[in-house]
């Protein structure tokens, strides 16, 4: 009888740069983020349809975009939860009561495999989603391989809509 675990669902940053690519973003803002910067950041900084935007601090990302959206150019912010966290008056003031709309792409480091964020054992990761909710902003949750086609559609309605999104990352890209 073998009690091997089966190996955990993979996630590809390809995959993930793939779709925003096909949602017609064209820039990245971010800070070094180190859930996502060896399958997202890397891969990022190195593809030759996307222009990337390093910046210091989580709330610079907000002000930009919001520039960027005037010029009728996508963007995407890529941060993790921390950050996310840190920079809750630049959104409140740009993204929601301004009506900028902002795609945030949120590292979830240190989250469980297969664990909800809200049962998470780390606290900001188990609040994150309580937070959103009162924002209140829509999340979609990507975990593996399989969830990635959920990114595109999600992109293209908050644009449409003028609403800001946030993409949590729960498993790290490979």
């Given at each position: ?13 390809a ?104 049962k ?9 989603e ?45």
């Open positions: 009888m073998d009690d091997a675990k089966p190996a955990p669902a993979a996630l590809h940053g995959s993930i740069i793939s779709a925003i690519k096909d949602a017609g973003i064209q820039y990245i803002l971010s800070v070094p983020d180190l859930h996502t910067s060896k399958g997202l950041l890397f891969p990022i900084a190195q593809d030759k349809d996307l222009k990337l935007i390093r910046v210091c601090k989580e709330d610079e990302t907000l002000g930009i975009s919001a520039g960027l959206s005037y010029g009728d150019i996508k963007s995407l912010i890529l941060v993790q939860y921390t950050g996310f966290l840190y920079a809750m008056n630049a959104i409140r003031g740009v993204a929601l009561e301004q009506k900028q709309p902002a795609i945030f792409m949120v590292g979830l480091l240190g989250k469980e495999p297969g664990v909800e964020p809200q998470s054992k780390r606290y900001g990761v188990r609040i994150l309580p937070i959103l909710d009162v924002l209140p902003m829509k999340r979609i949750l990507i975990e593996t391989d399989a969830d990635v086609p959920l990114i595109r559609p999600a992109i293209e309605e908050a644009l449409a809509s003028s609403k800001s999104l946030a993409i949590l990352i729960g498993g790290k890209p490979l």
